[in-house]
């Protein structure tokens, strides 16, 4: 587990089963229990706390990271890798994340 992979996670309801994008820092999937992600979804609102994927980057249709959604979850949950974000959609995710977060914005 890496940060800016994609998973499949088991969520409790009403999620389910629901792809995500691990954001929490690499040495924390080997010493904590619950991890940060962004869900993925198809429900695309093209705001500036999204970023697209798609069949590219694994995803078997279109579909957004949502980082206003950020959640914590239980490693375990984690179930499938599906594989890593290329280096440019992992740089858009985090400037999704600090827009969201009000990072870097006075």
């Known amino acids: 587990m890496r940060r ?5 996670a088991d969520l409790p309801a009403p999620a389910g089963r629901r792809a995500v994008v691990l954001l929490s820092r690499n040495e924390a999937y080997t010493v904590r229990e619950l991890v940060t992600v962004a ?3 198809t429900r695309a ?7 697209p994927l798609g ?3 694994g995803m078997p249709k279109a579909c957004v990271v949502n980082l206003d959604t950020l959640t914590t979850i239980p490693r375990r949950t984690l179930t499938q890798a599906i594989g890593p974000l290329p280096p ?4 858009a ?3 999704a994340l600090m827009f969201a977060l009000g990072l ?3």
């Open 39 to 41: 869900p993925i979804t």
């Open 104 to 106: 870097g914005h006075r």
């Open 55 to 57: 069949p590219a980057e």
């Open 4 to 8: 800016g992979k994609v998973w499949w």
């Open 88 to 91: 440019e959609k992992l740089a």
């Open 93 to 95: 995710v985090e400037r």
């Open 45 to 51: 609102r093209r705001i500036p706390t999204e970023v």
